[in-house]
């Protein structure tokens, strides 16, 4: 069993940076691959990025490649999502996620098996 915590949220401008920290309970976060995840109102939940359980595999959707950076620290049971040059599009509660699927990479939706409550984020124009 792994509960994650989410934190980090909050009000920012377009073009600002937030970091989101997901902090994990439990002896096994080491074993975990870790994902983040987001929802906007009236849209359905979208991967945002993934990394593997030893942190050297990274996976990122499109819209936020090259702004968003996903990282870990198992020594503190803990996940990152490092938020660049943020847009109002990225508006959403961002959620928190673990799975034990290690293929296919990144697991599908389905696959993650814990989830955070989620931390909003809000980008004003």
């Known amino acids: 069993q792994v509960q994650l915590v989410e934190s980090g949220g909050g009000l920012v401008q377009a073009g600002g940076s937030l970091r989101l920290s997901c902090a994990a309970s439990?002896?096994?976060?080491?074993?975990?691959?870790m994902g983040w995840f987001r929802q906007a109102p009236g849209k359905e939940r979208e991967f945002v990025a993934a990394?593997?359980?030893?942190?050297?595999?990274?996976y990122y959707a499109g819209s936020v490649k090259g702004r968003f950076t996903i990282s870990r620290d198992n020594a503190k049971n803990t996940v990152y999502l490092q938020m660049n040059s943020l847009k109002p599009e990225d508006t959403a509660v961002y959620y928190c996620?673990?799975?034990?699927?290690?293929?296919?990479?990144?697991?599908?939706?389905?696959?993650?098996?814990?989830w955070g409550r989620g931390t909003q984020v809000t980008v004003s124009s």
């Open positions: 439990g002896r096994t976060f080491s074993s975990y691959a």
């Open positions: 996620a673990a799975s034990t699927v290690v293929a296919p990479w990144p697991p599908m939706k389905e696959q993650w098996d814990y």
């Open positions: 990394i593997s359980w030893s942190g050297t595999s990274t």
